[in-house]
């Protein structure tokens, strides 16, 4: 079981963004708010995505897993981000092929074999249509954090209700 930090206002419902540096910048300076990462994680991550992309073409909805080096970050911490309408995000792998995603997992990771266990879990959810339409659909935020915690096998820092 892996320890993260995550709570309400790291779970980004609606966002109305038009491009995918809009949305990275926006999750990422959420995480910097909540003192999860450091300033630098920021610009990191936008430019770690545009050299080693991370969009997934899953069933459903497309998702994106965006991160960056462990020198940014402050504690182990998870970002979601349901986008209103998608936007383009190179596939992971490719150079200039893209998938419209509309789910977007921003990782904070500390330890780099943390980041590799949580990425395996990460993608049994990604396999599983019925619950990325459950988390690209969902209202409420505590039973996205619920969904989150029993799937990924996590305990939570932050508290549900923060």
């Known amino acids: 079981m892996t320890t993260m930090y995550i709570d309400q206002s790291l779970i ?3 966002i109305k963004v038009s491009s995918k540096e809009d949305a990275l910048r926006l999750m990422a300076t959420c995480m910097h708010e909540q003192g999860a990462v450091k300033a630098s994680y920021i610009e990191a991550i936008i430019e770690r995505e545009n050299n080693y992309a991370t969009g997934l073409p ?12 462990r020198e940014h970050v402050i504690k182990k911490s998870l970002c979601v981000g349901v986008l209103e309408e998608p936007v383009d995000f190179v596939i992971m792998g490719e150079s200039e092929q893209t998938v419209p995603v509309k789910l977007i997992f921003m990782l904070a990771m500390d330890e780099n074999h943390a980041q590799l266990a949580l990425l395996q879990k990460l993608m049994s959810v990604f396999q599983n249509e019925q619950i990325l339409l459950s988390l690209a ?26």
Not at 58 to 69: E, L
Not at 137 to 162: V, Y
């Open 137 to 162: 659909n969902e209202t409420h935020k505590e039973t996205i954090i619920s969904l989150l915690r029993d799937e990924l096998d996590l305990t939570l820092e932050g508290g549900e209700n923060t």
């Open 58 to 69: 899953t069933k459903g909805v497309a998702v994106a897993i965006p991160h960056t080096d």
């Open 12 to 14: 980004l419902q609606g």
